[in-house]
């Protein structure tokens, strides 16, 4: 069965610091790939996705994200994180051609001023 | 602004009782889904609906039922066959029927239900 793994449940940072959310995925066919973060008291919101091309997806907020096909990952970085990062973030992974969407166990994210 | 309205926000329920949850789209999506987030356990998918007047379990349905009389709705009824439905709900909406996880989801606020 499809599944995705994020093994960081709790991440906490000093402002600047650089960031590294990992995600992996156990399907081995052609996928989508998703990052979604779900700041304090709001909605889940995409901040990238990945369908196809450049394996190295530019996102809103200064984020990125790299698929790495041969080690099923696809991990979300951020050179610099601020406070307002402070959040909680799905990796989520979709089979070409289906409906369904498989999230992570999410990654809660807090940065200190 | 175009959006999903879920209602309500919290809502408290006893035990043996079955209580709908209501969500409501105007972004002309073809697609909707609920989704329930526990902490610890991600979201997990209970249904989902591709058009009007269908509807496909997803991988949480048991103690749940929906229905898709209009585009715009997608009603979630917890029923007292659900062991555990102390959660957080989630209804989600997607553009295209044919690929509607390519363009991502729109995410309603959620609905906290809790029994008591």
């Known amino acids: 069965a499809q599944s995705v793994s994020q093994h960081n449940h709790h991440v906490i940072l000093s402002e600047a610091a650089s960031l590294e959310l990992g995600c992996n995925y156990s399907?081995?066919?052609?996928?989508?790939l998703f990052w979604y973060v779900q700041y304090p008291g709001q909605h889940l919101q995409l901040l990238l996705k990945y369908f196809s091309g450049d394996p190295l997806v530019k996102g809103i907020k200064g984020f990125e994200a790299e698929f790495i096909k041969s080690k099923f990952s696809f991990n979300l970085r951020k050179p610099s994180v601020q406070w307002s990062d402070t959040a909680e973030y799905f990796c989520?992974?979709?089979?070409?051609?289906?409906?369904?969407?498989?999230f992570g166990t999410g990654t809660k994210l807090q940065v200190i001023p | 602004d175009g959006g999903i309205t879920q209602s309500p926000k919290y809502l408290f329920r006893k035990e043996g009782q079955n209580v709908t949850l209501s969500c409501e789209q105007n972004?002309?999506?073809?697609?909707m889904y609920w989704y329930r987030q526990d902490p610890g356990q991600g979201l997990r998918l209970i249904y989902y609906s591709q058009i009007v007047n269908d509807f496909q379990k997803g991988d949480i349905a048991e103690g749940y039922s929906v229905s898709r009389e209009k585009k715009e709705s997608f009603p979630l009824t917890v029923t007292s066959a659900q062991k555990n439905p102390t959660a957080f709900y989630l209804c989600a909406s997607s553009m295209s029927q044919l690929q509607p996880s390519n363009y991502g989801y729109t995410f309603g606020s959620g609905t906290r239900l809790t029994v008591v």
């Open positions: 399907y081995g066919g052609t996928v989508n």
């Open positions: 972004l002309n999506h073809d697609a």
């Open positions: 989520a992974v979709n089979e070409r051609g289906y409906q369904k969407v498989t």
